[in-house]
């Protein structure tokens, strides 16, 4: 380990992580999407802008009988993906992939993917003061990408009736659902998350359907913390969930 990493056992020790102690750092969002996913057997699916791996591998030990790519443009964070890829042993079923969404044409074959999951940056660039780390600024600024540059790549890798998922900013669920639907992949499922009964909606998780006809479902909202800044029941259901890997399968 490097010292300027930091190694982070989550999920009961199921998970794995090398992390730079002052770059990106994976956060709450991306547990969230990684419970929000729900993949069918030999499902190959690919995590845009995949950081160290998180989501990734969440995935991967959560339906055995899938494969997945991560796509990583950082190539420090590349290097760091790769390291975790194999700390928890799943080279054979996991490939880290350095490469822009923007170029995504020149990296993928069209159409060779069931599912796509990403979590992107969510600050437009000129919001905002821009961390002087470039693997945070990278992350939460739209620098080196877009939610539209990832939806035009979600585009051109899905298979017809694939599935896209995403988290997102709540304030910015309007530029979502258009952008969205401009790609061609229709909201079928949505999900808004609050850190409190007391606050505003903090982010939207977003299952949309390539090619698929209008209707949305809108499941019951999913508080981060109680009156007293402790998890919820139901987050710590989530971990627990996340924490019991199957032996075998896909849902």
């Known amino acids: 380990m490097m010292e300027e990493e930091t190694l982070d056992i989550i999920l009961d020790g199921g998970i794995r992580v090398f992390q730079k102690k002052k770059g990106y750092r994976f956060s709450i969002d991306s547990i969230l999407l990684a419970d929000f996913v729900s993949l069918k057997r030999r499902t190959r699916f690919i995590d845009i802008g995949c950081g160290s791996g998180i989501i990734l591998f969440i995935l991967a030990k959560r339906f055995p009988n899938t494969k997945g790519v991560g796509l990583e443009i950082q190539e420090n964070l590349e290097t760091l993906a790769r390291k975790n890829c194999r700390m928890n042993h799943l080279e054979d079923r996991v ?82 659902v258009y952008l969205f639907r401009n790609s061609g992949i229709e909201p079928k499922k949505m999900r808004l998350v609050f850190s409190d009964m007391a606050s505003d909606a903090e982010f939207a998780l977003v299952e949309g359907k390539n090619g698929s006809r209008e209707e949305l479902k809108l499941e019951p909202p999913l508080f981060i913390y109680d009156q007293d800044r402790n998890y919820t029941g139901e987050m710590t259901g989530i971990f627990k969930k996340l924490s019991r890997f199957p032996s075998d399968g896909g849902v």
């Open 95 to 176: 490939e880290i992939i350095s490469g822009d969404a923007r170029n995504i044409k020149n990296i993928f074959t069209a159409r060779s993917f069931d599912a796509v999951i990403f979590n992107p940056p969510y600050r437009k660039l000129n919001s905002g003061r821009i961390n002087p780390l470039p693997e945070r600024a990278i992350a939460r600024h739209e620098i080196n990408g877009s939610l539209k540059d990832f939806l035009k790549a979600a585009q051109h890798l899905l298979k017809p009736a694939g599935t896209v998922f995403a988290i997102y900013p709540a304030k910015r669920l309007v530029e979502l």
